[in-house]
C-alpha cells in the first residue's frame, strides 16, 4: 500500500510539473504558454526563467527581478545577485521592498519582513543585518556594504545580537557568539 501511494505521488508531480507554463519569446519579449501553446502571460519580460514546482517564476522587468505566479501576480522584487535573483541559502532568499530588505521562501512567500537596510544570506541558521549602511559600487560589476549598525538575526526573524554594532568580524556558531568592533576595539559577545 505504501509503495503505491509513493508511486501515485511520483505519477502526480511529474503531471504537474508538464503542466507548468513555458517561456515563449515575440519581438525580444518574454511571455509564458500553457502546454497546448495558449498564450497565459502576453511578452513582456525582458528575461524569464522556468515555473518552479511551486508554480512561481523568477521575470525581468524594467530590468528587476520578480517573482511572479501562473496567473502573473507580481509577488515580490528579488534582490538581483550574480546578474540574476538572489541564491536560496538555508531555503530562504532576500527580497526588497521599499528600499528594504527582507527574506522569502521557494514559494516567494515573505517569511522575514523587509526592515534592513541590507541583509547578508543565512548561515547556520543566523544572518548579519545592518540599518544605516548602504551598498557602495567599486564601478565595476562588485560592490560592497559600508557604514551603519549591524546585529544578527535567527531564521525566524529574531534579533539576536542588537543592531548596534560597527561591525560583526565573525560567527562562532558553536559558542552562539559574535566577534564585533565598536568605535575601533574588538570584543566578543554572547547571542541572547
Given at each position: 500500500?505504501k509503495?503505491l501511494?509513493?508511486?501515485l505521488?511520483f505519477?502526480?508531480?511529474l503531471?504537474?510539473?508538464s503542466?507548468?507554463p ?22 513582456q519580460y525582458?528575461?524569464t ?10 521575470v525581468?522587468?524594467?530590468n ?10 507580481k509577488l515580490?522584487e ?7 535573483p ?7 532568499a532576500?527580497?526588497?521592498e521599499?528600499k528594504?530588505f527582507?527574506?522569502?521562501d ?7 519582513p523587509?526592515t ?6 543565512f ?6 543585518v545592518?540599518n544605516?549602511?548602504?551598498i ?11 557604514g551603519g ?13 542588537p ?8 560567527i562562532?556558531?558553536?559558542k ?5 568592533t565598536?568605535?575601533?576595539s574588538?570584543s566578543?559577545i554572547?547571542?541572547?
Open positions: 500500500m509503495f501511494f509513493t508511486f505521488l505519477c502526480l508531480s503531471y504537474s510539473q503542466n507548468l513555458i517561456s515563449f519569446e515575440e519581438n525580444n519579449l518574454y511571455g509564458f504558454k500553457n502546454k497546448s501553446g495558449k498564450v497565459i502571460i502576453k511578452p525582458q528575461h526563467m522556468d515555473f518552479t514546482k511551486e508554480l512561481v517564476s523568477f525581468v522587468y524594467e528587476k527581478w520578480y517573482c511572479i505566479d501562473t496567473k502573473n501576480n515580490l528579488a534582490f538581483n545577485y550574480d546578474n540574476g538572489d541564491y536560496y541559502s538555508e531555503k530562504l532576500r527580497f526588497i521599499n528594504k527582507g527574506f522569502f521557494s514559494r516567494c512567500k515573505k517569511q522575514i523587509a534592513y537596510d541590507f541583509v547578508f544570506p548561515e547556520k541558521g543566523y544572518s548579519i545592518c544605516g549602511c548602504e557602495q559600487s567599486d564601478g565595476d560589476e562588485h560592490s560592497r556594504i559600508v549598525k549591524y546585529g544578527i538575526i535567527d531564521r525566524k526573524g529574531k534579533i539576536v545580537l543592531v548596534e554594532h560597527d561591525s560583526i568580524d565573525s562562532l556558531f558553536n552562539k557568539s559574535a566577534i564585533v565598536n568605535n575601533k574588538k566578543t554572547k547571542f541572547k
